[in-house]
């Protein structure tokens, strides 16, 4: 097995807050590998190259067979993974505002509860990068692939606003920040707030606090 989170080239982390590489292979024997992941706040594009998990979307009682690359977040619901055997995920998580900067597509306007196939958003490319990663198992060579891509959209990303740099703090924060005093540190009303925050994050203010708090109460 191999884990690894990294920290993105300068040039990135405007928007690129870390790029995750991991890797699983067991024994075809028994069950496959299941994980469950929390409500999260982050947004984030997974690439599986060799073969892509079942997502059980466990409050709605549903599962699918996740697309060779996906978009996702903030997950609002608990997901439960099942994994092959012989696994390889490449994830890539956005700053906080960081894939509507990206896309230029309000997030409230994309169903994010749930993934959604990358290669309607990010072009074709997105197939070749995993053809690619397919052929690499040198974690500095998968890194360079992937960093290359992101370089190239980097060249087409909305300007950064007062309430871009208020979104990273209220992350690091944890979500403990009061509505009023985040609208204050963004230069805009609480009106104002909810409307950014539904185009950036495509949650209420209120709901996103919420569920960065929810790890420190351990749900």
């Keep these: 097995m191999f884990y690894q989170v990294f920290s993105p080239q300068p040039a990135l ?4 807050n870390n790029i995750m590489i991991f890797r699983l292979d067991m024994p ?3 069950k496959n590998p ?3 992941l929390p409500p999260l706040g982050e947004q984030c594009l997974y690439f599986y190259p060799l073969e892509s998990p079942m997502s059980e979307y466990l ?3 549903k599962m699918i067979k996740l697309s060779p690359s996906i978009l996702v977040g903030p997950q609002v619901n608990r997901v439960k993974l099942t994994m092959p055997f012989h696994s390889y995920t490449v994830k890539v998580g956005f700053q906080p505002g960081g ?5 230029g597509i309000p997030m409230n306007e994309m169903v994010m509860d749930e993934s959604l196939d990358s290669v309607y958003f990010l072009d074709k490319e997105i197939q070749f990068i ?3 990663l397919c052929e690499l198992s040198n974690p500095t060579d998968i890194l360079q692939l992937v960093e290359g891509f992101l370089l190239k959209k980097a060249q087409q990303l909305r300007p950064v606003l007062p309430v871009d740099k208020v979104l990273s703090l209220v992350h690091q ?4 920040m009061k509505v009023e005093d985040i609208a204050e540190n963004a230069c805009v009303s609480t009106r104002q707030l909810e409307r950014l925050f539904q185009q950036r994050i495509g949650l209420q203010p209120r709901f996103l ?3 960065l708090v929810l790890p420190k109460l351990g749900v």
């Design 13 to 16: 982390r405007e928007f690129v």
């Design 28 to 30: 075809a024997i028994g």
């Design 34 to 36: 299941t994980v469950v």
């Design 59 to 61: 409050d709605k009682e």
């Design 99 to 103: 894939l509507y900067r990206i896309l």
């Design 130 to 132: 995993n053809e690619q």
């Design 173 to 176: 924060k944890g979500g403990l």
């Design 209 to 211: 606090l919420e569920l």
